[in-house]
C-alpha cells in the first residue's frame, strides 16, 4: 500500500564527504524506499564515494558533467523523479552534510502527505545558540526582507529541508536560477501560483559550524538578493525621473504667479511629472518586474487608480508641508514621496500584479 515512505528524497550533493554515506545508510534503517543523489560535477576524485551510494538498496545517483549549481541539480532530480516515480505526490529535498536527519526527514514527508498542495518547510530555530553567527544573521536579515518585498512570513527561508508536491515541481522545473538563488525563487513562486506554505520544526544541527557548506555568504547573498533588486530598481528610477520632472516644471510654472489655471504651481507641477514618471513606472512593472500576465487594460485600470491616489496625496500634502515649513519644494517632497512608496509597494504587490494563477494539479 502506498504511503509517505514512497515519497522520494533529493540529495544534491557537490564533493560531499562521508556524511553522505552516513545519511543514506541512516535513510536506509528507516521504511523510505526512494533515494536519489545527484552528483554535481564533484570530478574524479569524488567517484567511489558516489559508487558506495549507488550500491546502497533504494538510491539513484545521477551525475553532471561539470558543477552546474544546487538550482540545476534539483531541476535533474525532478524530472527523474516525475518521470520515474508517477505514482508519489511530490518529493523532498534534503542536503548532503548532515544537517537534516532522517526523523526531520520523515516529518516532511508525513506534512505533504497530509497536505499534498502544500509546500513545506523544514524550519530551525535560529535563536538556538549552536547556529553559527553568519547563518542566524543572514536568515533572520533575509526573513524580513521577505516580509516586505513579498509578504511572506517564512521563518526559515534558506532551509534545504522542503517538501514539495509534484504539481509544484512541474512548475518549477522552469523556473530561472540556478545556484543557491533557485530556493529564493522558488519561495516568491509559491507567492505568484497562490502554494500554501507549512512549516515543520526540525532539529538545528550544524557540523564543525558548517565549514563543509559550499553556500557562500557573500557571492550567494549578492546573487539571492539581486531577485529582489528589480524592484527597487523600477520604483527608484521611477522616483529620480518624478523628482527631476518635478523640478524642471516648478522651474517653469513658479514664474506664472504663483498659479496656473487656478491651482498651485506646486501641484500642477507634481501632476505633470506624476502622469509622465507614472506611465514609465507601470510599463517598467509590467514588463520586467512583475511579468505581469494579466490583460493590459485591467492591469492598468488598476495602476492607474492607485497612481492617481498617490499622486493627490502626495500634491496636496507636499503644498500642505512647504507652506508650514518653506524652503525648497524637492526637499518637502522627498520625504513624502518615500512615505507614500511603502504604501504603494504593498497595494502594487496585493492588488495591481498580483497573479490569479490557481495551483496546478
Request: glycine fraction near 6%; proline fraction near 4%; charge should be neutral.
Amino acid at each position: 500500500m502506498s504511503s509517505y515512505y514512497n515519497i522520494p528524497v533529493i540529495i544534491p550533493a557537490y564533493e560531499p564527504d562521508e556524511k553522505l554515506i552516513a545519511l543514506l545508510r541512516a535513510l536506509q534503517q528507516t521504511k523510505i524506499s526512494r533515494v536519489v543523489v545527484v552528483d554535481d560535477g564533484s570530478g574524479e576524485a569524488y567517484e567511489e564515494l558516489f559508487a558506495q551510494a549507488a550500491a546502497l538498496p533504494g538510491c539513484t545517483v545521477l551525475h553532471h558533467a561539470v558543477n552546474l549549481g544546487k538550482g540545476r541539480a534539483l531541476k535533474t532530480a525532478f524530472n527523474y523523479c516525475l518521470r520515474e516515480f508517477g505514482d508519489a505526490c511530490g518529493c523532498v529535498t534534503a542536503d548532503s552534510d548532515g544537517q537534516h536527519t532522517p526523523e526531520d526527514i520523515a516529518a516532511c514527508m508525513r506534512a505533504l502527505w497530509e497536505n499534498p498542495q502544500a509546500l513545506i518547510l523544514g524550519c530551525r530555530d535560529f535563536d538556538a545558540p549552536e547556529v553559527p553567527a553568519r547563518s542566524a544573521f543572514g536568515n533572520k536579515v533575509t526573513r524580513k526582507v521577505f516580509r516586505f518585498l513579498l509578504g511572506l512570513s517564512v521563518s526559515d527561508t534558506q532551509t534545504g529541508l522542503r517538501a514539495i508536491p509534484a504539481s509544484f515541481m512541474r512548475e518549477l522545473m522552469q523556473v530561472k536560477g540556478e545556484r543557491f538563488e533557485y530556493e529564493t525563487n522558488m519561495l516568491i513562486e509559491t507567492k505568484e501560483l497562490s502554494i500554501p506554505i507549512l512549516e515543520v520544526p526540525i532539529r538545528t544541527v550544524y557540523i564543525e559550524e558548517n565549514r563543509t557548506s559550499h553556500f557562500n555568504p557573500i557571492k550567494d547573498s549578492v546573487r539571492i538578493y539581486l531577485v529582489f533588486g528589480k524592484f527597487l530598481f523600477s520604483s527608484l528610477s521611477s522616483s529620480v525621473l518624478d523628482l527631476l520632472l518635478f523640478h524642471f516644471f516648478c522651474t517653469l510654472l513658479s514664474p506664472l504667479g504663483g498659479k496656473l489655471w487656478f491651482v498651485p504651481y506646486i501641484v500642477a507641477a507634481t501632476v505633470f511629472a506624476r502622469v509622465i514618471s507614472a506611465v514609465y513606472n507601470f510599463l517598467i512593472n509590467y514588463r520586467v518586474v512583475f511579468r505581469s500576465e494579466a490583460k493590459l487594460a485591467v492591469t492598468a485600470g488598476k495602476y492607474l487608480a492607485l497612481a492617481v491616489c498617490q499622486m493627490l496625496c502626495s500634491a496636496f500634502l507636499v503644498n500642505f508641508l512647504y507652506g508650514l515649513t518653506g524652503g525648497a519644494e524637492v526637499l518637502v517632497k522627498i520625504p513624502v514621496d518615500i512615505f507614500l512608496f511603502f504604501i504603494s509597494f504593498v497595494i502594487q504587490r496585493e492588488f495591481v500584479y498580483r497573479k490569479k494563477t490557481k495551483p496546478a494539479g
